[in-house]
């Protein structure tokens, strides 16, 4: 597609339930990003994939979180008995493929989740 | 630790009032510094990559300088609609390739 597609744009869930937020990066992207972004905060890192690489999981903040991306394409980040501390912004951007430059990222518009 | 700091949190500046964004980052080698524009509701949006000290982009009204311990984002007679939030980024050698973002800017520009 024309840019990075996310969905859905707005989730409000219970606390307890488990939701999926999909993205859907830039085609011929092969590394793809999620970040979240709290009220005022900036944009913490969550994952890393790229390419065929194991992803680098290391910004996920407890082992409820958790994210695929199948065939080198479409990812999904699956947070399990959500809390209230995990509203915000969830972001996925997606970048060619890492060279010997600084990689720009393109973002999605972000997935909003509010847990009450 | 890598570490990337935005000054100030918020900015409030009457149209054609020029200003700058500072952004001082604490890193082990810099492989880019980068600028993006985020609208609220909207993802970021990107502007600048700047690799080395002494560089300098330019686009519109805005202005991009890096030297070895911070960028500065000069806006130059700005108009309303270059209100939003900017956001500086790091990306560093010798590993993850996992740009690591400030807090950002507020901008607000009044007619």
């Known amino acids: 597609g024309a840019g990075v597609s996310q969905s859905p744009s707005n989730k409000v869930t219970e606390k307890g339930k488990d939701v999926e937020l999909r993205c859907d990066p830039i085609?011929?992207?092969?590394?793809l990003y999620w970040y979240r972004q709290s009220l005022g905060q900036g944009l913490e890192f969550l994952i890393y994939?790229?390419?065929?690489?194991?992803?680098?999981k290391s910004g996920l903040p407890s082992d409820r979180f958790s994210a695929e991306r199948t065939g080198g394409s479409v990812s999904t980040l699956t947070i399990q008995r959500t809390q209230q501390e995990d509203s915000a912004v969830y972001l996925c951007?997606?970048?060619?493929?890492?060279?010997?430059?600084?990689?720009?990222?393109?973002f999605g518009a972000g997935s909003r989740l509010t847990v009450l | 630790e890598d570490q990337v700091t935005q000054s100030p949190e918020a900015l409030r500046l009457q149209e054609g009032e020029s200003s700058s964004l500072n952004c001082s980052y604490t890193?082990?080698?810099?492989?880019?510094l980068f600028w993006y524009r985020q609208d609220p509701g909207k993802g970021p949006e990107f502007l600048f990559t700047?690799?080395?000290a002494g560089e300098e982009k330019e686009k519109e009204r805005l202005k991009a300088t890096l030297t070895k311990k911070e960028s500065f984002l000069h806006i130059t007679a700005p108009k309303p609609e270059d209100s939003a939030t900017y956001l500086c980024?790091?990306?560093?050698?010798?590993?993850?390739?996992?740009?690591?973002f400030g807090r950002g800017t507020s901008l607000i520009v009044h007619p």
């Open positions: 951007a997606s970048s060619l493929a890492i060279g010997a430059g600084a990689n720009v990222l393109t």
């Open positions: 890193v082990s080698g810099l492989r880019g």
């Open positions: 085609s011929g992207h092969t590394a």
């Open positions: 994939f790229q390419g065929n690489s194991a992803p680098d």
């Open positions: 700047l690799y080395s």
């Open positions: 980024a790091v990306q560093v050698t010798g590993g993850s390739y996992i740009p690591t």
